[in-house]
């Protein structure tokens, strides 16, 4: 079935340092949507990025991802994180015959000064 | 600040109880859907709604929950028999577009935090 596994549950960075949070995927789609969500704390998830486009880069504040369907995946990316940056991050696909969304575990992205 | 309007934001129940949570979609949304996040925050897809009809649930909402989406009331979720390990966020979405491998955004609600003592 279709699924979405992120490897890192907590990701702890200093001020300034990239971000990278890797995302794979599987699915019965040959050309899925892949979003990133973010949610901070005691807020609810909002959409942070998505793509449709094989090898074309995505990015939105600050953020980007490229999706790359030859490995099955869509990493989020910044050069710089910021301390605002603290949040759970979740990547996620549609699957099944009605587009639910299947989410992966999340990645709790901490960022110290 | 969130269009899908859930309430209400805590309900604290004993194990046995009813819990009933209510969700305004965004308006013009016709797709709504109900998650569970649970206390390691991962999300549980429950069911989904195209208007008034139920598209897809699992099999443990179709045993212990009742959901509907009335037209022109507020969709609801309601566990007909609280047990300790329904405690958990409770998220409502909605979207535009549905189908064909591309779904719209999920608009998400702030959730519905359920303790079952």
């Known amino acids: 079935g279709d699924s979405v596994t992120q490897t890192e549950g907590l990701v702890t960075l200093t001020e300034g340092l990239p971000v990278m949070l890797n995302c794979t995927y599987q699915?019965?789609?040959?050309?899925?949507?892949l979003f990133w969500y973010v949610q901070h704390l005691n807020e609810s998830p909002r959409l942070l990025l998505k793509s449709f486009t094989d090898n074309k880069r995505t990015e939105h504040q600050g953020f980007h991802a490229t999706l790359h369907k030859s490995s099955s995946s869509f990493h989020l990316q910044k050069s710089s994180a910021q301390l605002s940056d603290s949040a759970l991050y979740y990547c996620?696909?549609?699957?099944?015959?009605?587009?639910?969304?299947?989410f992966g575990a999340g990645t709790r992205l901490a960022v110290c000064p | 600040n969130s269009k899908v309007i859930q309430t209400p934001r805590y309900l604290v129940k004993g194990q046995g109880q009813k819990a009933k949570m209510r969700c305004i979609p965004e308006k013009g949304h016709p797709v709504v859907f109900w998650y569970q996040q649970n206390k390691n925050n991962e999300f549980k897809f429950l069911i989904n709604f195209q208007n008034q009809e139920v598209l897809q649930q699992i099999d443990m909402t179709e045993k212990r929950f009742s959901a509907e989406c009335p037209s022109n009331s507020p969709c609801s979720l309601e566990i007909q028999s609280s047990e300790a390990g329904d405690s958990a966020l409770y998220l409502c979405a909605s979207s535009l577009l549905l189908g064909g491998g591309n779904t719209g955004q999920l608009y998400f609600g702030e959730g519905s935090k359920l303790t079952v003592l």
């Open positions: 699915t019965i789609y040959s050309n899925p949507f």
């Open positions: 996620a696909l549609p699957s099944g015959s009605f587009n639910k969304l299947t």
